[in-house]
């Protein structure tokens, strides 16, 4: 089980990672005409913009939550006065927020991808595998929220954010690269599996990110704030 431990949350994850940046660096410099999100606009627009928004405004919110939740050193929350039981709260009503919110914008892309004949005539493989893999790892961590309120209310007293707290470990200690800590902390039994599978399949993704037109989030056109404006004159007839 140690073994298992180990291949699944300590060496995998090297992999992933290894593989999300040399394989998008090496799309991008050998096919950079792929690297764009291939839009679908021109075949249907309608359910397009309908599950856009909600889903690109969840996701967000739930990277940059995972992002800050689990990067962000202990001490620092402490010096901000936000005590672990509350920053749990704050992690289960802020992703179950965003999490609905993306799951609704992802039900109506799903469906549009799979049911409307045209945009399915055009969707790649890879197009269906990413959006069935996000829906499965959305999910996961809406359930994970069922968990994550029960030891918050049921847990004992100093062990409430005791598996937010382990998370915060393996994911810090996979990036300062000291896997033997890392699996050592999401090792503990109280960890139940829907976290353990959360965190398996969320560095899937990272995997097969590089192969997916989810490499348009590196190319999002944030010179366009602060471009000179360009002067459009009207062309009067004479």
């Known amino acids: 089980m140690s073994y ?15 593989v999300f940046f ?40 739930i990277f940059f939550g995972h992002l800050v939740g689990l990067l962000m050193p202990k001490p620092v ?29 992802l039900a109506i892309l799903i469906n549009r991808r799979m049911n409307n004949v045209r945009v399915r005539a055009t969707s790649t493989r890879m197009d269906i595998l990413l959006l069935w893999l996000l829906l499965a790892q959305l999910v996961l961590g809406l359930i994970s929220i069922y968990y994550s309120v029960n030891h918050v209310v049921h847990g004992a007293e100093g062990e409430k954010a005791g598996v937010m707290l382990m998370l915060m ?16 902390a999401i090792s503990n039994p109280q960890i139940e599996w ?29 010179q366009y704030l602060t471009r000179q404006h360009q002067i459009v004159r009207k062309r009067f007839a004479r």
């Open 194 to 222: 829907v976290f353990k599978l959360h965190v398996f399949l969320g560095m899937t993704i990272f995997l097969v990110f590089p192969f997916t037109r989810l490499v348009h989030m590196f190319s999002a056109p944030v």
């Open 77 to 105: 929350w402490h010096i901000l006065g936000v005590s672990n039981e509350a920053k749990q709260w704050l992690a289960i009503i802020a992703g179950g927020i965003f999490g609905l919110i993306c799951l609704y914008g």
């Open 22 to 61: 040399i394989g998008a660096w090496i799309r991008y410099d050998r096919e950079p005409y792929t690297w764009k999100t291939a839009s679908s606009q021109m075949l249907e627009s309608k359910q397009l913009r309908k599950g856009s928004l909600p889903f690109h405004v969840g996701i967000l919110g």
């Open 169 to 184: 470990t393996w994911a810090q200690n996979i990036v300062t690269l000291d896997p033997v800590e890392a699996v050592a």
């Open 4 to 18: 298992l431990n180990m291949l699944a949350f300590g060496v995998y994850p090297f992999i992933a990672l290894a």
